[in-house]
């Protein structure tokens, strides 16, 4: 008899990776406590450790967000303050300078 060799499709994904790797994380096969659909305590340890894990992770991330958004504010608000302050200067030079052309045009009419 000849025995033919099985090529795997490329396209097609690799089950027996994914199960062996499942079977290695204890989560399929033989061994790995679940028996008649018992989950261990290890098993819920380990899970509960990632939830709250993913759940640190997630408070640090929103932490920092709001941390980031309040800076993004703040400075919006000092950019405001500056421009304002930039406005209220400009603002003076032009007065200051109108002020003393109107006092030059009122000198020049007392001459007369």
Do not use: C
Request: aromatic share 4%; net charge neutral; charged share 20%.
């Amino acid at each position: 008899m000849a025995r033919r060799r099985q090529q795997q499709d490329p396209a097609a994904p690799n089950t027996q990776a994914s199960f062996l790797g499942a079977q290695e994380a204890g989560l399929l096969g033989e061994n790995t406590g679940v028996q008649g659909g018992n989950i261990t305590s290890t098993k819920v340890e380990l899970i509960s450790s990632m939830v709250l894990t993913i759940g640190y992770s997630l408070a640090t991330l929103s932490n920092i967000l709001a941390l980031q958004e309040e800076e993004a504010i703040e400075q919006s608000r000092s950019s405001d303050a500056q421009n304002q302050n930039v406005l209220f200067r400009q603002m003076h030079r032009h007065l200051s300078h109108l002020n003393n052309r109107l006092d030059s045009i009122e000198r020049k009419m007392n001459r007369y």
